[in-house]
């Protein structure tokens, strides 16, 4: 349960004063829908209202705070459109005040003829006289301290005034309780930061830009409890997890023995020490959860094959859950004859296997019949039962859920799990999203990988493109050609796509060229693929369908159009496709000029080197850490307050705060514990407290 002194902050914001119904959804939109979401809302911006100059030196274009003398109403004529101006003077000359659709009455009282206001405002100039249309602050004299300061600036939605979103998150964080110190105190004292409500109160009353930075002491200490957080979050699931027993599955590696010697090459070192921390976290009787991690190309796939026959030999099953059909059935045929090799029967299962088909599958599943099943979502259905699940390989996790996850583990009991990904996560975000999960990484390339040659060239030297496309399929080579990706719009991407297919088509004939997106139907788009893999084709036009998995080694070239659209982890994908065979590859990004200082900066990493976890560190630079994935698809925590381009020492710093805080009390319980617990719940990340015993 959430502990009482956080209440008043998760009340909806229509509890703060002055916040009706029809402002909270603007509010909502803005920040989010409760009390707390407004404490997070930085300002992003300041308006400094000190400076007071006499009128004969107000800067037109200056914010300024006035001292003003009301001099006579001019109300607007009841015909037409003038506004309603208000003339006020100081002893240096004077100044029109300017309303449109002004309510009389209201101006009257705000501002009577012969008294002293303070009036704060842009200075602006009408022919040669001064005015302020719409004063951004009228009050009495004596309100002249109050106003002569600096407001910070908040994010807004259309229809909400500054005032009101500032007013609203000042209220919230009046509302912010005092709460017990959650940080080690060596470390805050080291830190120099002040306590969270002193912190979140400096960051909302900034005096100067720069104490907008994210490098202050109360932006940091801020990061570093919404960090915390996180991590004691992924701690206690781990803690949890630790505390289920698991099982120990080892086979002899009679299996394994029969499929690697029908393989075509040698396993890589890394794949070999691999399948070694694989098979040790297999065999001890603890849940496996490990992260498979390897650039494209680096043959992850074979390692997931071993990693399943390890279950196999220990007479249970094995599944592998892909993201897209294209994706398990290719795993599927590389995985198939292995698998016979080895004598175990494989399966595959998609959403197109229906009726008997699918039928006969789930009952060979069910009795135990099939070792290994490869598929897709399908596998995640309820009447997918299986007879013994040992372990759960997840390919290119990204795209899956959490839920997901968990889904097929709990079709086995306590099923072993292995995440497999070819996105070079950075250190960073795989902390930010497991914790300190175990990771095998496959650092070498398979043997015999040539460089491939990446080429940055403008849309305007298409033509020579073309020209590249045409000499590479003449010697026998294969082409991608991916079409550029138009942000929330399928089918403006499907346009491009079928606009450059008719182009390229009608060049080279259609025989030659394919066309693959995702709305085409599945049996369709295996045709097209099926062409492409036997060579038929020599281009094959694509939205960003291809983007992950597919290999095809005859495959030498990748044109990428508007290239400056895509995310450099996402090229690296795209071209990760080729470079797989015997010839000399060539990437073509094709940009549109001329390109931003920062467009330039990427694609220039992408021209300069190869390796995915670089291009991953450089992309995490370049862009921040939320657009790195697409937040929405990555399953990624989104922070609110921590910048992990910025703060990265401080979440290593959280990751080892929060791992020694629960190795000396498990159960958060002590005094320490109790903050811990209010931290969790301050931070939303409660879910997880119920993993712990007592409260
Ligand atoms: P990933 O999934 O890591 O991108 P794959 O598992 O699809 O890579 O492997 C890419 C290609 O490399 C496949 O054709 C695979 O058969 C091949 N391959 C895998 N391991 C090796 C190896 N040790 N030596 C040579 N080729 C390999
Ligand atoms: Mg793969």
């Known amino acids: 349960m959430r502990p009482e002194i956080l209440f008043p902050l998760f009340a909806p914001v229509t509890s703060l004063q002055g916040v009706g119904p029809r402002f909270a959804k603007l509010i909502e939109k803005a920040a989010g829908p409760q009390v707390v979401d407004l404490l997070w809302h930085m300002p992003a911006g300041i308006i400094d209202r000190r400076f007071s100059p006499k009128l004969a030196d107000a800067p037109e274009g200056a914010i300024v705070t006035l001292t003003l003398r009301v001099d006579k109403h001019f109300p607007s004529p009841a015909a037409g459109k003038r506004p309603y101006k208000v003339r006020c003077r100081d002893d240096t000359g004077f100044i029109h005040l300017v ?46 301290l109050t106003l002569k300061r600096v407001e910070p600036v908040y994010p807004m939605t259309a229809g909400l005034t500054p005032r009101i979103m500032g007013k609203a998150v000042t209220a919230a964080v009046e509302r912010a309780p005092v709460l017990d110190e959650w940080i080690e105190s060596r470390f805050v004292a080291k830190q120099k930061w002040a306590p969270w409500r002193d912190a979140l109160q400096r960051a909302h009353n900034p005096e100067e830009e720069s104490d907008l930075l994210l490098t202050t002491k109360w932006r940091e200490r801020l990061a570093y409890d919404e960090l915390l957080a996180n991590q004691l979050a992924l701690a206690l699931v781990r803690q949890h997890q630790r505390r289920q027993r698991g099982r120990s599955l080892s086979g002899g590696g009679a299996l394994r023995a029969k499929a690697i010697a029908s393989l075509p090459f040698t396993l890589t070192n890394s794949q070999m020490q691999a399948l070694g921390e694989i098979a040790a976290d297999m065999g001890m009787d603890l849940r496996m959860l490990r992260l498979l991690q390897g650039d494209v190309g680096s043959g992850k796939t074979v390692v997931a094959l071993l990693a399943m026959l390890i279950a196999v030999e220990a007479g249970a099953q094995a599944a592998l859950l892909a993201p897209t059909e294209i994706l398990a059935r290719q795993h599927f045929a590389t995985i198939a004859p292995l698998a016979e090799a080895a004598g175990v029967p494989a399966a595959l299962l998609t959403g197109r296997d229906k009726g008997k088909a699918r039928d006969a599958i789930l009952a060979d599943l069910a009795s135990g019949k099939i070792g290994i099943v490869v598929g897709t979502h399908a596998l995640l259905q309820e009447d997918v039962d299986f007879k013994d699940l040992g372990l759960a390989v997840v390919d290119e996790q990204h795209r899956f859920g959490v839920h997901q996850r968990v889904i097929l583990a709990e079709k086995g009991a306590a099923a072993d799990m292995l995440v497999m990904t070819a996105t070079p996560i950075p250190r960073t975000l795989m902390l930010t999203a497991y914790g300190d999960l175990d990771v095998s990484r496959l650092t070498e390339k398979p043997a015999g990988r040539k460089p491939i040659d990446t080429r940055a060239v403008p849309l305007g030297r298409m033509e020579d493109v073309v020209g590249a496309v045409s000499r590479a399929i003449d010697q026998g080579g294969q082409v991608y050609w991916v079409c550029p990706l138009i942000e929330e719009s399928e089918v403006v991407d499907l346009a491009n796509a079928e606009a450059r297919y008719r182009d390229l088509a009608q060049r080279f004939g259609e025989k030659r060229v394919g066309l693959i997106h995702g709305r085409q139907r599945a049996t369709e788009r295996d045709r097209t693929m099926a062409a492409f893999v036997a060579g038929e084709t020599g281009v094959l036009v694509a939205t960003t369908v291809i983007e992950v998995g597919v290999d095809v080694p005859n495959a030498s070239v990748m044109v990428i159009e508007h290239a400056e659209r895509f995310g450099l982890a996402q090229l690296h994908q795209l071209r990760g496709r080729i470079g797989r065979g015997a010839r000399a590859s060539t990437c073509v990004l094709l940009y549109q000029a001329p390109l931003g200082e920062t467009a330039k900066a990427r694609l220039k990493v992408l021209r300069d080197t190869d390796d995915g976890f670089r291009i991953a560190e450089e992309d995490l630079r370049l862009r921040g850490a939320g657009e790195l994935l697409g937040t929405r698809q990555s399953g990624l925590p989104a922070f609110r307050l921590a910048d992990l381009a910025v703060h990265d020492e401080l979440l290593k710093a959280a990751r080892d705060d929060a791992t020694l805080a629960l190795e000396r009390d498990p159960n958060l319980t002590g005094d320490r514990g109790r903050a811990l617990r209010v931290l969790l719940y ?13 409260g």
């Open 99 to 144: 309303f449109f659709r002004a309510k009389a009455d209201y101006l009257k009282k705000a501002l009577p003829e012969g008294e002293v206001r303070v009036v704060s405002g842009r200075i602006e100039k009408f022919g040669d006289e001064l005015q302020m249309t719409h004063p951004d602050h009228i009050a009495p004299l004596d309100d002249v």
């Open 682 to 694: 301050l931070f939303e990340r409660d879910a997880v407290v119920r993993t712990l015993r007592s």
